[in-house]
């Protein structure tokens, strides 16, 4: 049996098996066996957490806590919004929109690891939400449909399916004649990389003219390990990069020194810093949520002149009309008719002409 598999057969998803790899809180145990949900994580991640700190942040985005009960900005409902599931449009459960030329393909509703502050927490987490995952369906609504050029494979998480079934997926994808690019969505290369194997590695390599693009999600450089690297060398050894889009989350990653460290560290393993997302108003996470401005703000005091641009990511919210950047312009000082001021990270001034139409 291949590794992966025996991971997932394993899943650290009770609290006698989670009692192996940390001291539970009673506050945990209470979350554990009072809520209704889904959860649970690889051996492998599970490993990671510090057995006695319950401040952990790989234990807070894997534990249930009784936090999740407290609902005071999450949307009802929140995907059905989000995604326009309830828009005039005929299109199947598995078809997201947002775009005009491009779609969510949602093909599972399993992941290796049930992260708590999941935007599709009422589908994949809760399971309050019931939507079939009808990949024939999906694959027949975007051959009808031309101006979709660009297709995110997502879930749960895609990567859990076997070899056989995700080439299918980007086979019959790359057979339509108006798809230009499939993405992938994952978080596997950070909570399972024994998952990215030879015979995957197979069904993702060669030259193509429609590439296979991935973007995983890291929160904290606690989670970036030798193996991850390791997996991400090799999907990108198969011509397939790799992105990451972080979740700004508090108490977790919305500190000066910890925002900095991520970034510099998914840059180590090879991984582009994509995007850093506001966390989302889905229910039963507001104890994830900091104030809009922080993102903003850790990017000016963390990244921007601190570390390599490579670094910077692009911060923004996701909505139901598609995704808004929510960084202001700390930059620009002043403008006149003469010139503009400009200041950089340290506080120096500088200025640039203003140049007329």
Known sequence: MEEWIEQLQNSVNTL????????????????????????????????????????????????PSVKEK??????????????NRATDEVRPDSIARQ??????????????????????KELVVDRDLKLRMDVEEGLDWIREHEEIRDVLVTGGDPF???????????????????????????????????????????????????????????????????QTAQAVYDLLSCGVNVGNQAVLLKGINDDVESFKKLHQKLLAVRIRPYYVFYCEPAPGIDHFRTPVEKGAELIRDALRGHTTGLAQPMYVIATNIGK??????????????????????KGEITTLPNIPE
């Open 16 to 63: 006698e098996k989670l009692k192996k790899y940390i001291n539970v809180t009673p506050e945990e145990e209470e979350g554990i066996t009072t809520l209704n949900t889904k959860w649970g994580t690889t051996p492998y991640f599970a490993s990671l957490m510090e057995r006695d700190n319950p401040n952990c942040p790989i234990r807070k985005q894997v534990v």
């Open 70 to 83: 407290e609902n005071r900005y999450g949307i009802p409902n929140y995907l059905i919004w989000k995604e």
């Open 99 to 120: 775009y005009y030329d491009r779609i969510a393909f949602t093909v599972t509703d399993m992941c290796a690891n049930y992260c708590r502050h999941c935007f599709r």
């Open 160 to 226: 859990i399916l076997s070899d056989d079934r995700i080439e299918y997926i980007i086979r019959k994808l790359r057979e339509i004649p108006h798809i230009e690019m499939i993405r992938f969505g994952t978080r596997t290369p950070i909570v399972l990389p024994h998952r990215i194997t030879q015979g995957l590695m197979k069904v993702l390599s060669g030259y193509h003219k429609v590439p296979v693009w991935i973007n995983t999600q890291c929160n904290h450089a606690n989670e970036i390990t030798e």
């Open 324 to 345: 808004i950047p929510l960084m202001p312009d700390y930059y620009f000082v002043d403008k006149n008719e003469k010139e503009y001021t400009l200041r950089n990270y």
